[in-house]
């Protein structure tokens, strides 16, 4: 018998992959955790159904929600992660020395339990000196925060569920003022290839330009994402992404990515005509 999992991507789409051998499920309090086994794409692992990693392409959508905010300022020394119980944002973020403090959120302990058993390369350093955990709501652990953190990067699930106070108006003005005077923000954005996706996107994209000067939306391409377009979002109180993007600087540091480069930093940000016109309006 033949065991697939397929993921529903729209009324009329969906997305499947040929599985191998069911590794692990469990319901949470907040969700279902599934860990999956297919010879395509690896061990991967869904929340509540959705694919959140793969051991194949894990690295694209980590590489390029550091990466990008890392190059434009490569003096960040305090940052905080809501999300990311995976750990791939958290390992890429440890590949700087300069980095002093990463704070992670994340809501649900089970999820970074299940990544270091199953997925220890993106979990390998969640216990690095500098890695502060707390297991709770990410729209309230900030509320509280002011002028304290250089970066925030907002390593969500979708806009429903656990994840769905993260793309709110009070959520995106608390981590304005959790900023500092220079500080960025940079959340994964949805997809804008599909009506809700896209909905979602305009939506959430709309409410962080009320707080932020600069504000720009970059691309990558997720095989397993819907429709295999990904938009990021960097919001900053003063930094362009590519205007301020020291590529001879980054480079130096000599670490070694397998999406990431100085060059598609630049070119990340030059978006198709169909998202520009869904942005038209909302952007500085």
């Keep these: 018998m033949e065991l697939w999992y397929t993921e529903q991507h ?3 789409v969906r997305f499947s992959i040929k599985v191998e051998k069911e ?8 969700q279902r955790i599934d860990v999956l086994e297919a010879k395509e794409f690896g061990r991967f692992f869904t929340l509540d159904g959705l694919m ?3 051991e194949k392409d894990e690295f694209i959508y980590h590489d390029m929600i550091v990466h990008v905010p890392m190059a434009t300022n490569p003096n960040i020394k305090n940052v905080l992660v809501i999300g990311a119980g995976d750990g791939g944002t958290i390992r890429e973020l440890a590949r700087y020395d300069s ?8 809501i649900d302990e ?23 955990k707390f297991y709770e709501d990410g729209l309230k652990f900030i509320r509280d925060k002011e002028n304290e953190y250089d970066l925030i990067i907002v390593d969500s699930t979708d806009p429903f569920g656990p994840g769905e106070g ?6 995106y003005g608390n981590c304005y003022k959790a900023l500092k005077e220079d500080g960025i923000l940079v959340n994964q954005h949805e997809s804008p290839y599909y009506d809700n996706d896209a909905a979602a996107m305009k939506e959430a994209h709309e409410k962080i330009t009320k707080f ?23 919001a900053s109180k003063k930094y362009h992404p590519i205007k301020d993007l020291n590529a001879e600087a980054w480079n130096k540091l000599g670490i070694k990515t397998k999406y990431y480069n100085t060059d598609l930093h630049v070119g990340c ?9 869904m942005l038209s309006g909302l952007t500085d």
């Design 52 to 54: 959140m990693v793969t």
């Design 99 to 106: 980095v002093e403090k990463i704070d992670m959120v994340e």
């Design 110 to 132: 089970r999820v970074v339990d299940v990544c270091r058993e199953y997925f220890p390369l993106t979990a390998c350093m969640l216990d690095d000196k500098r890695v502060n």
């Design 212 to 234: 932020f000067p600069i504000i720009r939306v970059y691309q990558a391409h997720i095989p397993t994402y819907p429709s295999g377009h990904w938009l990021f979002g960097f």
């Design 10 to 12: 729209t009324e009329n």
């Design 269 to 277: 940000f030059a978006l198709p005509t169909y998202v520009k016109d």
């Design 166 to 171: 993260l793309f709110t108006k009070e959520f």
């Design 23 to 30: 590794i692990h499920t469990e319901k949470t309090e907040f």
